[in-house]
């Protein structure tokens, strides 16, 4: 990837929407929420602290995470549409269960 995000900030790529609820019913695509879960595509190089040095970032390139639906700036590079957040707005990396991990 190109981007390189400056600081504490993080180039997320959004997962695709659930487009059927877990009874079945399927959501139209209007009516659908933004995904509040991504990909970690970029880092930063870290947040500033007060000293001048900076502290190394939680998340790393293809972590899982999930965020705040309305963070962050949206923008579009070669034709993918992404989002910029600050490391503070990411609520939490998800961990692939054990389940996932014999799956894979």
């Known amino acids: 990837m190109s981007i390189k995000p400056l600081y504490d900030r993080v180039v997320v790529k959004r997962l695709a929407a659930e487009t059927t609820t877990a009874s079945g019913i399927i959501i139209p695509d209007k009516a659908a929420e933004k995904p509040t879960q991504g990909e970690v595509i970029a880092i930063g190089n870290g947040a500033p ?6 502290r190394a970032l939680a998340v790393k390139v293809g972590d ?23 490391e503070s707005d990411i ?8 389940q996932q ?4």
Do not use: C, M, W
């Open 49 to 54: 602290l007060d000293n001048g040095e900076l």
């Open 101 to 104: 991990e014999k799956a894979a």
């Open 91 to 98: 609520l939490a990396i998800v961990e692939p269960t054990q």
């Open 64 to 86: 899982r995470v999930l965020f705040d639906q309305y963070a962050g700036s949206e923008i579009k590079h070669d034709g993918e549409t992404y989002l910029i957040v600050k």
